[in-house]
């Protein structure tokens, strides 16, 4: 989604702050202790998870029913995407009522049941908090779009059309592109960064503060642990609405996360709420290491981490939407971006590591390798990325048993609003469809959105009605059920490697250095805390591949390996992930 955005160099870092340790090497490295840095978060997209009534769609007494095989991978904490009432013509990110949950879910006594399930079972729950915008179904813009006098007209941006045409404004999920759309009973303009479904807030107004904060209080107030913060770069706009400022030379995303009072209302939500709570809070931010950086810089006093697009969005082609790369991802430029977020929070704020989500396509499809013959290596492979960074690991459902990209052939098999518009833009520009639709079976989001394969019976076992997307084809061989028993799978790989970060600190805490900076095959680095040194070594080809760590690797202790028998010669056998301690 923000694929436009242009990253900035690393700004200087601060050279000393309170929680610090010094390392081998000089620069300060930030160790303080949090149960959120220690935690593994696993994503469920509850329309996809587990369907309980058979209506096709995923819902909370499904995931009450799956509590024991989710405590069972040793995760953390779960991060739920939207539950809350609503429309769902963007899946749950268009809210029409904040304190209630769907329907189509289930009910507040379904939650309270899976709330308690997950506490009973040593697990922690964000919430998802879209708080940029909400649907226009919600009781608040029925009410402003009714008339200038509603009491929550100022609740929306609105451009009153006696001023004629509004200044232009891009619109993400529009057909358009276009950020405005007019609304006849109060003959003006409401502003929307996504769908026009999905009207922007009015953060300038303090009365919708009030009335956001004390719904985050509500949520918290019920126990949940944190929240995963929707498009939150977003809230403040420049209201005076100058033109689109040339300089962003067209990245209008980030010139949206750049609004002038951003973080003084972040700051004013953790001082009323965020501050009361031992919670995880992690936002969506967008943009540079400066901006990204200030969100979760413990002296700012905002959020707690994190997630941002680089290493996500890499290998598209400039200027067009998620188009990959025919010539496949650079690996050195690609690790090069995982060294730069690493140094942005070397001393103050912590990141995250993630592959794959609900606006991603599948990791193993993206960044491994699905053909079957490497699908279990590659999955691995990607495993151990993931929870060997010096960042919070979300790992998204579905990935510890390695399902791919469904791939669709046709734009009618399609559900989401973000393909659908895209696609309705190239169209409307006489722009190659055939090659578009191609593109998006590698990128597209419904990819990450198939239903959960448990097993090999009818619906992959996801639930007896029609699911609302297909179930991926390959599910009678990639299942849950498949792998339970099976020591060398995906999904018992998942669980072990759970248990390699926990019973090493390093793993959390410990600097990271790449090895082997320009192979173009490997993904090698260290991670070192006090005494304990590994080396991790992640090959991304289908053929062997050399490595060059500088470290005799024959006399290290494997910790873990994705291979029966590890390389130490500094040949990597296809997509092998090895773990070593060397000291
Ligand atoms: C980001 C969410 O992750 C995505 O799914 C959603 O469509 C947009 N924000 C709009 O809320």
Redesign the pocket.
Known sequence: ?MRKIIFLPIVALALFSSCKTKNKNSTILSTEKKWWKEATVYQIYPRSFKDSDGDGVGDLKGIISKLDYIKSLGIDAVWL?PIYTSPQK??G??ISDYENINPLFGTMEDFDTMLKGFHDRGIKVMM?M?L??CSNEHKWFKAASQSRSSPYYNYFHWWPAEKGEPPYRWS??DDKAYGWEYNKPTNSYYLHY??DF?PDLNWENPALRQDIYKMMRMWLDKGVDGFRM??LAFISKDTTWPPLPKEYNGNWGLYYASGPKLHDYVQEMNREVLSKYDVATVA?AMGDVARVKKFVDEDRKELNMAYHFEAIDFGYLPGEYKMPDPNGFDLVKWKNVYVKWDSAFIDKGWGTMYLG???QPRMLTRWGNDAPEYRVASSKMLTTLILTMRATPYYYFGDEIGMSNIKFDRVEQYND??LLTNYAQVKAKGGDLKRFLEGMKISS?DNGRTPMQWDATANAGFGSGQPWLPVNENYTTVNVEAQENDTTSVLNYFRKMIRVRKENEVLVYGRFSLLDANNPDVFAYTRELGDQKLVVLLNFRSEVKKVNTEVDLTKAKIIISNYAVASTDGSLQPYEATIFQVN
Do not use: G, L
């Open positions: 989604m995407n963007d899946n990110y268009d998802d879209v940029n915008h993400i999920f996504f769908a999905q929707d498009a969506e989500n609900h606006d609003v973000e989001r």
